[in-house]
C-alpha cells in the first residue's frame, strides 16, 4: 500500500535522452498506467522505481523513503516484465511458491498464501503443470501470482499482456485490475495498448521524448485532453487548422477552410480573435446524416466506409475539403452510407477541442517521436 | 493474375494436425485476413501456400495450376515472415531493391519501386540506414517493403503489423489495403487482430486448432458467427446457458438459470434442449429503472464499469448470477450508473443468436486452443 514519489529523474543512454526531468506520485492504493509511443521512457521510468536501472540525477522514494540506490530485492516490489520469466522445470505451485522458499518461510506458512493466491487468479486446476503445458494467459498468471506472494504491495507490470493475443489481453486486464483492487496493492502498469490503459487504470501519464504530456483521470484525458499530443496517442481524432473570428461569453466562430465553425469554449486556453488554432475532434462524435442538421454543418461526400463490427468507419472529404474520420456505432443495424454517397457531417460545438496552433507546426505537435 | 484454391490441405506434425482438411478458395486481388490465435495454424497455412511446407494431404493451386510440386521459388509468391530477416550488411534502400533487381530490373526502377514503397512504409527518410540502426518496428516495415518491391502479385504476410506501435498500426493498416488494390495484389494477411482482420480484409478466415471455423466478408462473420467460437473471438459477446421452453413460428422462449425467461427470434430448437444465447455487448441496453414491458428485461446488480474510449462497458450480474455486458458508444454514455447500482438490461429478440449446447461445455468451445 506504499505512495511512490519520483523527484526530477533524469536518465541518458549516451545522446539519447530517455528521461528528462520526471515528476510524479503514485498515491497509496492507486492503479497508475503509463502509456507513450515506443523510446518515449515509459520503460526507463518504471525500471528505475523498480531499481532495475539507476537514474543519472533524481530520487526515487517508497512511503518516503529514498530508495534510489538500493537494489530491487530491497524495494519490496513485485516486478513482472513481457517475457514470461517462469521456471520451466518447476510446476505451477512451485513456480508460485518460490519467493516464499527462498525467504525461508517454512512450508506449513506457505500453503495459506499461495492457495489463496491461486484461487484468486483461477489457476487452481493448473497446479501441477509445467509452464510449457499452460497456455500464454494461464503462464502469465502464475508470473503475476509468483511476484505477489512475496508479499509485496506494489506491483510494477511491464507491457505484462503485451505478449498474449488479444482476446486473452482483454480478459486478463480486468482480472489484474480486480486483482490488484481486492489486496489493497499500488500498481504501475507501463503498456502501449490504450484500450488497456483506458478501461483499468485511476490515473493514466501520457509520456513523450523522455517528459510527462499530461497526468489524469482516464475519462478526463479522453474527453477533455489539456494538450494536443494527449488527443492524438490517446484514441483517435480528427484535427484541423483554422482561425478565430469572433469570441463572445464562452463561445467562439473558428474559420475552418473556408467554412464556419461555433465552438464552446471548455479549455484554459482560448484563442484570441485572429489567431490561429486546432481543432480537434473525436471520429464518435462526428455525426453524419443524410439532412442537415442546425449549425456546425458541412456538406460532404462519403469516400470510404468500413465495417469494423460494432461501428462503421465512415472517411468524408467535406465541400471545403477537409477530411474527417466519423465513426458510427451500428448495433444490430445496417450502415447508412456507402463511398460514393453524399451526405451532411456536422461537427457538435461541445464535442469539439481547441488548441493553439503549436510553435512548431501541427505535424510536429502530433508526431510520436 | 494470383487465384488460389486448397482442397482438403491437412499438414501434420507429427500426431498434431497443424492443418486440418482446410477448403477455401481466394480470387485474384482479393484481400484475405487469416484470423487465429497462436497455435491456431495460420502461420503453417501461409508456410504451406508460400511452398515451404509441403502438405501432407490435399491440393494447393495458384491460378488453377496444381502448386504442390512447384519450388516455393517458383511460385509468383512472396513470403514475408513475422521475425523479419533483413540482410545487415546492405542499407534499407538496398534491401528493398534485392528482389527486383534479382529479378532482372534495372537500377533505376529498381530504385523507384523501392523508394515508393519506403514512403508508404515512413522509411523513405531512414533508406541510407542498416538494419542494426533500426527498431524492431522499422525492421519490419523494412521486410514489409521488400516483400511489397518484390514483383510477386501473392503476397502472404505473417502478423505484418504486429511489432509496430498501435498507432503506427492504425494508420498503416488502411494504407497497406489501398496499395494492395492499387497495384493489384492478392493478399493472405495472417493477423490475431480481429479488428485489424474486418478493417482491411475483403473476407476473414477463422481458423481454430488447426480447422476452419468461418469464411466469409467481414459484415458476415460479424453479423452471422456460425459457432460460439467465432461468435466469442470476432467481438464482444455474451454467452448464457438456456433450456428451450417452447417454440413457435415467431421465435422461441428460453429458460435461463434458476428460471428467468427471454425470448429469441431463433425457432430451430426443440423444447427442453439445452443450448447457448449470444448477445453481442453493443446490443445489450442499459437503464438505471426498469422501463415498460420491453422483452427480455432482466434486472442486477453494476459489477463493474470499464471505460474503453469510444464505449464505456457495464457489467451486471443478474439475479440468476450469470454475468451480463453491456457496451455503450460514449455519446449516449450513462454517466448516472456507478459500480453497485441496481439497474436493468434488456436486448432485442432480434438481436440474439442460439447455438447447440457444446458437448464439453461451454468454456472449451471458448478457448483459442
Given amino acids: 500500500m506504499p505512495e511512490i514519489r519520483a523527484e526530477g529523474l533524469r536518465k541518458a543512454y549516451g545522446k539519447v535522452i530517455a528521461l528528462n526531468g520526471i515528476d510524479l506520485t503514485i498515491r497509496d492504493g492507486e492503479y497508475l498506467s503509463i502509456v507513450g509511443p515506443s523510446g518515449c521512457g515509459k520503460t526507463t521510468l518504471i525500471k528505475s522505481i523498480a531499481g532495475i536501472i539507476q537514474p543519472d540525477a533524481g530520487e526515487i522514494k517508497i512511503n518516503g523513503d529514498i530508495v534510489t540506490s538500493l537494489p530491487i530485492e530491497d524495494r519490496g516490489v513485485g516486478y513482472v516484465f513481457q517475457e514470461i520469466a517462469l521456471f520451466p522445470h518447476m510446476n505451477v505451485y512451485d513456480n508460485v511458491s518460490y519467493g516464499l522458499m527462498v525467504r525461508g518461510v517454512p512450508p506449513p506458512e506457505r500453503m495459506g498464501s499461495i492457495e489463496e493466491m491461486l484461487h484468486m487468479m483461477n489457476l487452481e486446476e493448473y497446479v501441477s503443470r509445467y509452464p510449457r503445458e499452460l497456455s500464454g494467459g494461464a503462464r502469465q498468471k502464475t508470473a503475476i501470482s509468483r511476484a505477489l506472494t512475496s508479499g509485496s504491495t506494489l506491483l510494477l507490470l511491464d507491457e505484462p499482456l503485451g505478449a498474449l493475443d488479444l482476446k486473452v489481453r482483454t480478459v486478463l486486464r480486468y482480472e489484474l485490475r480486480k486483482l490488484v483492487k481486492d489486496l489493497g496493492l499500488t500498481a504501475i502498469h507501463v503498456t502501449h495498448d490504450q484500450a488497456e490503459a483506458l478501461s483499468v487504470s485511476d490515473r493514466i501519464v501520457v509520456m513523450r521524448a523522455g517528459r510527462i504530456v499530461e497526468v489524469g483521470p482516464p475519462l478526463q484525458l479522453y474527453l477533455r485532453p489539456k494538450e494536443i499530443f494527449t488527443a492524438k496517442f490517446l484514441g483517435e481524432a480528427n484535427f484541423m487548422i483554422g482561425e478565430a473570428t469572433e469570441t463572445k461569453d464562452a463561445g467562439m466562430s473558428i474559420n475552418v477552410s473556408g467554412s464556419k465553425l461555433n465552438a464552446i469554449i471548455t479549455g484554459e486556453i482560448a484563442p484570441k480573435k485572429g489567431e490561429a488554432c486546432v481543432i480537434a475532434i473525436r471520429p464518435e462524435f462526428v455525426d453524419l446524416s443524410s439532412k442537415p442538421r442546425k449549425g456546425n454543418t458541412w456538406v460532404c461526400e462519403v469516400v470510404g466506409a468500413s465495417f469494423v463490427g460494432d461501428s462503421m468507419r465512415y472517411e468524408v472529404r467535406a465541400k471545403n475539403e477537409v477530411t474527417l474520420l466519423a465513426k458510427t456505432p451500428i448495433a444490430g443495424g445496417e450502415s447508412s452510407f456507402a463511398a460514393g454517397d453524399k451526405a451532411y457531417v456536422t461537427l457538435p460545438g461541445e464535442n469539439l477541442l481547441l488548441y493553439g496552433l503549436p510553435e512548431e507546426g501541427l505535424e510536429k505537435a502530433l508526431s510520436l517521436e | ?369
Avoid at chain 2, 494470383?2 to 486440418?20: C, E, I, Q, Y
Avoid at chain 2, 498507432?167 to 497497406?176: A, F, N, Q, V, Y
Avoid at chain 2, 437503464?287 to 446488480?301: F, H
Wanted: negative net charge; contains cysteine; aromatic residues 6%.
Fill in chain 2, 1 to 369: 493474375m494470383p487465384s488460389l484454391r486448397l482442397l482438403n490441405v491437412t499438414k501434420r506434425f507429427g500426431a498434431l494436425k497443424a492443418l486440418d482438411d482446410i477448403i477455401f478458395e481466394v480470387k485474384d486481388r482479393e484481400y484475405l485476413c487469416v484470423l487465429g490465435s497462436t497455435g491456431s495454424g495460420k502461420t503453417t497455412l501461409l508456410r504451406t501456400i508460400a511452398g515451404i511446407l509441403r502438405p501432407d494431404e490435399g491440393e494447393v493451386y495458384i491460378d488453377g495450376e496444381k502448386a504442390n510440386d512447384v519450388a516455393a521459388e517458383d511460385r509468383n509468391a512472396v513470403y514475408v515472415p513475422q521475425t523479419y530477416a533483413l540482410f545487415p550488411h546492405m542499407t534499407v534502400l538496398e534491401n528493398v531493391m534485392f528482389g527486383p533487381l534479382a529479378k532482372g530490373t534495372g537500377r533505376a526502377t529498381a530504385e523507384e519501386t523501392a523508394m515508393r514503397v519506403l514512403k508508404l512504409v515512413r522509411l523513405d527518410k531512414r533508406a541510407d540506414a542498416y538494419p542494426n540502426e533500426l527498431s524492431g518496428g522499422m525492421q519490419q516495415r523494412v521486410a514489409l517493403a521488400r516483400g511489397l518491391a518484390s514483383g510477386a502479385k501473392l503476397l502472404l504476410l505473417d502478423e505484418p503489423l504486429g511489432a509496430l506501435d498501435v498507432r503506427l498500426r492504425l494508420e498503416l493498416r488502411t494504407e497497406l489495403r489501398k496499395l494492395a488494390k492499387e497495384s493489384g495484389f492478392t493478399v493472405i494477411h495472417v493477423t490475431h487482430d480481429q479488428e485489424e482482420a474486418m478493417t482491411i480484409g475483403d473476407r476473414i478466415l477463422v481458423l481454430r486448432k488447426g480447422r476452419l471455423q468461418q469464411y466469409g466478408t467481414p459484415y458476415h462473420v460479424y453479423n452471422r458467427p456460425e459457432r460460439i467460437f467465432v461468435a466469442n473471438f470476432v467481438g464482444n459477446t455474451n454467452f448464457l446457458e438456456a433450456i428451450i421452453e417452447s417454440r413457435s413460428k415467431e421465435g422461441s422462449t428460453l429458460r435461463l438459470r434458476e428460471g428467468l425467461n427471454v425470448v429469441v427470434q431463433d425457432s430451430s430448437f426443440e423444447p427442453e434442449e439445452a443450448v447457448i444465447v449470444a448477445i453481442r455487448e453493443e446490443n445489450v441496453s442499459i437503464t438505471p429503472e426498469p422501463r415498460g414491458d420491453e422483452p427480455n428485461r432482466l434486472s442486477g446488480e453494476v459489477t463493474a464499469v470499464h471505460f474503453l474510449g469510444s464505449f464505456t462497458r457495464y457489467v451486471v450480474k443478474i439475479t440468476n448470477g450469470d454475468e451480463v455486458a453491456s457496451r455503450v458508444p460514449i455519446k449516449d454514455a450513462k454517466t448516472e450508473i456507478n459500480q453497485g447500482d441496481w439497474v436493468s438490461v434488456s436486448f432485442d429478440p432480434g438481436n440474439t443468436r442460439v447455438y447447440e449446447y457444446p458437448t464439453l461445455g461451454l468454456s472449451s468451445e471458448l478457448e483459442a486452443s
